[in-house]
């Protein structure tokens, strides 16, 4: 049900911490935008020469995975409307024909940036970058799980995992407002279970408040950075969930200003203006 879309919505907003910015990073701030705007030749090209100038950084490799993810996601249509308003559309939906050579260069990606990760902090190397990496890295995995090979349970301990660390992260240095995003996924989409299932979902462990999930995606919306436009999308679909039409028309036309290349935002509006007129 609802966990495959926390699943994806973990992806959408992996703990990122843009405060820690690293030498020559405007090859990632270009390849985040080609990959928001659906040109992810242009995102992996951003990304590799990335790695070419800092060939140490984790987060090179952990964001070039991403851009694997998310071209898979498109090619199989996962990131529509009915994804993001009934949940029905997760009950016994069946595991989804992943492309196989893609498949492979994520899992290479993840596996570079795993290992440059252990290797700055065995080095002793900006620790916090290394963690940001390491959780970028576990909320793809999980969003892998979740939303193609269908393993949502599997996918809801990692995205708790990616949440404790992120909180860890955060306590090191709260200037690091990407890394709420990670708190505000989890405790505003479990929020919408219901109370037996929030109940169950707090003794595995899991956090469901949804004033607290809401609170933290607000501060990313506003300071966030590489995993900004998702907050707001984040923001988007609970403001459509609580019936806020204009609060998520708003979102949507920011991004659909900012993201010319993304038809998503543009069909969203639409279907927000439909919603009001048809």
């Given at each position: 049900?609802f966990l495959a879309?926390f699943?994806?919505l973990?992806?959408?907003?992996p703990p990122?911490?843009?405060s820690?910015?690293?030498?020559?990073?405007?090859?990632l701030?270009d390849?985040?935008?080609?990959?928001?705007?659906?040109?992810?030749?242009?995102?992996?090209k951003?990304?590799?020469e990335?790695?070419?100038?800092?060939?140490?950084?984790?987060?090179?490799?952990?964001?070039?995975?991403?851009?694997?993810l998310?071209?898979e996601?498109?090619r199989?249509?996962?990131?529509?409307?009915e994804?993001?308003?009934e949940?029905?559309?997760?009950l016994g939906?069946?595991?989804l024909?992943?492309d196989?050579?893609?498949k492979?260069?994520?899992?290479?990606?993840?596996s570079?940036?795993?290992?440059l990760s252990?290797e700055?902090?065995?080095?002793?190397?900006?620790?916090e970058?290394a963690?940001?990496?390491?959780?970028?890295?576990?909320a793809?995995?999980?969003?892998y799980l979740?939303?193609?090979e269908?393993e949502?349970?599997?996918?809801?301990n990692?995205?708790k995992?990616?949440r404790?660390?992120?909180?860890?992260?955060?306590?090191k240095?709260?200037s690091l407002?990407?890394?709420?995003l990670?708190?505000?996924?989890?405790?505003?989409?479990?929020?919408?279970?219901?109370?037996?299932?929030?109940?169950?979902?707090?003794?595995?462990g899991a956090q469901?408040?949804k004033?607290v999930g809401i609170?933290?995606l607000?501060i990313?919306?506003?300071?966030?950075?590489?995993?900004?436009?998702?907050?707001?999308?984040?923001?988007?679909?609970?403001a459509v969930?609580d019936?806020n039409?204009p609060?998520a028309e708003q979102?949507?036309?920011?991004?659909?200003?900012?993201?010319?290349?993304?038809?998503?935002?543009r069909?969203?509006m639409k279907k927000?203006?439909?919603?009001?007129?048809?």
């Amino acid at each position: 049900m609802f966990l495959a879309l926390f699943a994806l919505l973990g992806f959408f907003a992996p703990p990122a911490a843009a405060s820690i910015p690293a030498a020559g990073s405007s090859e990632l701030d270009d390849g985040y935008r080609a990959m928001y705007n659906l040109d992810f030749s242009g995102a992996h090209k951003s990304f590799s020469e990335f790695e070419r100038r800092q060939p140490a950084d984790p987060f090179g490799p952990a964001s070039d995975a991403a851009a694997y993810l998310f071209s898979e996601f498109e090619r199989l249509k996962v990131l529509r409307s009915e994804f993001f308003s009934e949940d029905k559309s997760f009950l016994g939906a069946p595991k989804l024909k992943a492309d196989p050579a893609i498949k492979a260069e994520f899992e290479k990606a993840l596996s570079r940036s795993q290992n440059l990760s252990l290797e700055m902090q065995k080095e002793g190397k900006t620790p916090e970058r290394a963690m940001f990496a390491s959780l970028v890295c576990l909320a793809l995995q999980a969003d892998y799980l979740a939303m193609i090979e269908k393993e949502n349970w599997r996918a809801l301990n990692e995205i708790k995992d990616a949440r404790t660390r992120a909180e860890a992260l955060v306590a090191k240095d709260p200037s690091l407002k990407d890394a709420y995003l990670s708190v505000g996924v989890e405790n505003y989409l479990l929020s919408q279970k219901g109370a037996p299932v929030r109940m169950f979902l707090r003794l595995t462990g899991a956090q469901t408040d949804k004033d607290v999930g809401i609170q933290k995606l607000k501060i990313v919306a506003k300071d966030g950075h590489y995993f900004k436009p998702y907050a707001k999308i984040l923001l988007a679909i609970a403001a459509v969930r609580d019936k806020n039409r204009p609060a998520a028309e708003q979102l949507m036309s920011e991004l659909a200003r900012e993201f010319p290349g993304n038809g998503l935002f543009r069909d969203e509006m639409k279907k927000l203006s439909c919603s009001a007129d048809c």
